[in-house]
């Protein structure tokens, strides 16, 4: 069946400008030593219609055709994952974004959480991840004695795994990273890319809820906390929601600031270096179908959707 889809003449291809062809020649055109891959668009398109069609328990020859015809002339317009690697016979994602799951609060877990990562980039997809779960700088790991580094110290972990990984390939990372606005290293991750080269392949936003917002307005105090499990912490104690619990759990509270002061770094931050976004995330939780199972935390990469934990987006237009 496929032999009978329509061909197309390398001097006909459907590009309308040189720098469209050089997108698809360098980023989604396959190719193959064997058997020469994808010679114009309409290969691609072959190539993607018969992957998708496979799938089908019947009529896969219907099902081939009706996606090539979709697909021919660019009436519609894949992910740039399935455009690049559907048919190719590649261990690749089909996925363009995903948001990872929790971090766990330890060494264990932050890598195993770094490990995910670093295999879903490499099979093509980006990634977001919440941060708040880790303790905050300056904090006792009291099972081996050591200090915490805090978030923003990890996130240098991760941003150097996707130059290592962008090193062996022809595709830019990219990564979200996001962090409460009542974590106690708020203020550094604020001005965390203010350092020249700094988590450059991050984009950064802050999950600011109602409460932060309605402190701002009456130019109240803010507490700025984190969990406390064991319940050995001295200091004042509050429950928050927070990301990897149920239900609302003690934390302890770190210090108070204005919350008039962090909302204008934010707003300053922003102005003069266009990072940290900001994620309403009390508002995105009540808009989301799935609220009543499911919390959102964090986005895709570039900030498009909201997505819960191991969630991933699937493009098209």
Do not use: M
């Given at each position: 069946m496929t032999g009978e889809l329509p061909t197309e003449r390398a001097s006909e291809a459907p590009f309308r400008s040189d720098v469209s062809r050089h997108v698809w020649e360098t980023k989604y055109r396959y190719r193959d030593s064997r058997d020469g891959g994808d010679r114009t668009i309409a290969d691609s398109w072959r190539r993607i219609a018969l992957a998708l069609s496979a799938v089908e328990t019947r009529d896969q020859d219907l099902w081939e055709r009706r996606f090539f015809d979709i697909l021919k002339g660019f009436k519609f317009l894949p992910g740039g994952r399935i455009l690049a690697g559907a048919g190719t016979g590649r261990n690749v994602t089909l996925f363009n974004c995903f948001v990872m799951g929790t971090i766990e609060d330890s060494m264990e877990g932050i890598f195993r959480a770094l490990h995910e990562g670093a295999i879903t980039m490499q099979q093509g997809g980006g990634v977001g991840y919440d941060f708040s779960t880790v303790r905050p700088r300056g904090t006792r790991a009291r099972g081996v004695g050591a200090i915490a580094s805090g978030p923003v110290s990890f996130m240098a972990v991760w941003d150097a795994m996707c130059e290592t990984i962008l090193s062996t390939g022809a595709r830019r990372g990219a990564m979200m990273g996001t962090l409460r606005c009542d974590h106690p290293d708020i203020e550094e991750f604020v001005s965390a890319k203010q350092l020249p080269g700094a988590l450059r392949h991050f984009n950064l936003s802050i999950q600011v809820t109602d409460a932060f917002m309605d402190a701002v307005r009456?130019?109240?105090?803010?507490?700025?906390?984190?969990?406390?499990?064991?319940?050995?912490?001295?200091?004042?104690?509050?429950?928050?929601?927070?990301?990897?619990?149920?239900?609302?759990?003690?934390?302890?509270?770190?210090?108070?600031?204005?919350?008039?002061?962090?909302?204008e770094k934010i707003l300053r931050a922003t102005y003069d270096h266009a990072e940290p976004g900001v994620l309403f995330i009390d508002r995105i939780n009540?808009?989301?179908?799935?609220?009543?199972?499911?919390?959102?935390?964090?986005?895709?990469?570039?900030?498009?959707?909201?997505?819960p934990p191991y969630g991933a987006c699937d493009l098209g237009s």
């Open positions: 009456r130019d109240a105090e803010w507490d700025l906390a984190f969990p406390d499990i064991a319940g050995s912490e001295s200091g004042e104690a509050i429950l928050r929601d927070w990301p990897g619990y149920g239900e609302p759990v003690r934390c302890r509270v770190h210090r108070r600031l204005r919350a008039r002061t962090l909302w009540r808009f989301n179908n799935l609220w009543y199972r499911e919390r959102i935390t964090a986005t895709n990469p570039c900030g498009e959707i909201p997505l």
